[in-house]
């Protein structure tokens, strides 16, 4: 069982930046891939950036290709997402999501935990 505990949303102005981090619970963190998602309202979640176990592969949605860095340190137990150029498309609850497999994968079905989300607002 792991519990996976969100922080750093917040609003931010058009082009800023924000941190999330997501902190997870139990010391087999590092066996857990790792992956973030977004909700937005009346929409449905969508992939945001994915994490293997070692930190040595990463996959991105290409809406946030090449502003969103998606990192973990394993001794803390917390994986982040680094949003940079933020849009007001960006607006969404994001998730963090843990699972148990060697894969990075961006289907959320394949995700075993989730945290309760963190609220992210960019306004233009």
């Known amino acids: 069982q792991v519990q996976l505990v969100e922080s750093g949303g917040g609003l931010v102005q058009a082009g800023g930046s924000l941190r999330l981090s997501c902190a997870a619970s139990g010391r087999t963190f590092s066996t857990y891939g790792m992956g973030w998602f977004r909700q937005a309202p009346g929409k449905e979640r969508e992939f945001v950036a994915a994490?293997?176990?070692?930190?040595?592969?990463?996959s991105y949605a290409n809406s946030v290709k090449g502003r969103f860095t998606i990192s973990r340190d394993n001794a803390k137990n917390t994986v982040y997402l680094q949003m940079n150029s933020l849009k007001p498309e960006d607006t969404a609850v994001y998730y963090c999501?843990?699972?148990?497999?060697?894969?990075?994968?961006?289907?959320?079905?394949?995700?075993?935990?989730w945290g309760q989300g963190t609220q992210v607002t960019v306004s233009s």
């Open positions: 994490i293997s176990r070692s930190g040595g592969s990463t």
């Open positions: 999501a843990a699972r148990s497999g060697l894969i990075v994968t961006t289907t959320p079905e394949e995700y075993d935990y």
